[in-house]
């Protein structure tokens, strides 16, 4: 089992920055690690995941805007998010996957408003 626990979401206003941290409860060094994201009544969606190697991928409503890193050492991977637009607001989940295996945090607020 791997526990995770995302921190960092809040209020911020349109163009603003945030920053996501995810740890994880043991080593995860062999589980791609990202993030998802569930606005009100839509699907949940992939934000921005980072496999073992250090391939990144992004969902392209973030690109340039966003950046996923992980720190192995610390079990941790982190979303920073800039330029954030109103349509960014949801509930932010923290992910780790491996074969047959899929974990996810809790969930943090993201609100984007003037």
């Known amino acids: 089992q791997v526990q995770l626990v995302e921190s960092g979401g809040g209020l911020v206003q349109p163009g603003g920055s945030l920053r996501l941290s995810c740890a994880a409860s043991r080593s995860v060094f062999a589980y791609t690690m990202g993030w998802y994201r569930q606005a009100p009544g839509k699907q949940r969606e992939l934000v921005a995941s980072?496999?073992?190697?250090?391939?990144?991928n992004y969902a392209d409503f973030v690109k340039g805007r966003f950046t996923i890193s992980r720190d192995n050492a610390k079990n941790t991977v982190d979303l920073q998010m800039r330029s954030l637009r109103p349509e960014d607001t949801a509930v932010y989940y923290c992910y780790a996957a491996t074969v047959g295996r899929n974990y996810w945090g809790q969930g943090t607020q993201v609100t984007v408003s003037s």
């Open positions: 980072m496999a073992t190697g250090g391939n990144t």
